[in-house]
Nanobody, 127 residues
Framework: VQLQASGGGLVQAGGSLRLSCAASERPFGSYVMGWFRQAPGKEREFVAAIRRSGGSSYVYSDSVKGRFTISRDDAKNMMHLLMNNLKPEDTAIYYC????????????????????WGQGTQVTVSS
């Protein structure tokens, strides 16, 4: 599976951006797709994930909960991250990732659980 992230850019604090992740293959029912980010000088951290097993379930990091919304469109092999009320501390390279198997919540938050990664898209939030 190849993933392609897009939609990053420069935005002022309080603004919004919508990231997209295009997958080369149609995700199956138990696919987990997620977003991670890496700020300069920091380790990559979990942002959000969506699990599809029957219905959908969502996991967010505390730092973005209430501001970011993750969604997926399996018919188009796409995943999105709508980021509202952006803050300068959201500045980072954002990566999309996926895993073909169901993951429990603790696994969803770990980058080691994901098999496929996109190349990243830069998000810069100015104060």
């Amino acid at each position: 599976v190849q993933l392609q992230a897009s939609g990053g850019g420069l935005v002022q604090a309080g603004g919004s951006l919508r990231l997209s992740c295009a997958a080369s293959e149609r995700p199956f029912g138990s696919y987990v797709m997620g977003w991670f980010r890496q700020a300069p000088g920091k380790e990559r951290e979990f942002v959000a994930a969506i699990r599809r097993s029957g219905g959908s379930s969502y996991v967010y990091s505390d730092s973005v909960k209430g501001r970011f919304t993750i969604s997926r469109d399996d018919a188009k092999n796409m995943m999105h991250l709508l980021m509202n009320n952006l803050k300068p501390e959201d500045t980072a390279i954002y990566y999309c990732a996926s895993n073909p198997r169901y993951l429990i919540t603790s696994q969803v938050r770990s980058e080691a659980s994901y098999e496929y990664w996109g190349q990243g898209t830069q998000v810069t939030v100015s104060s």
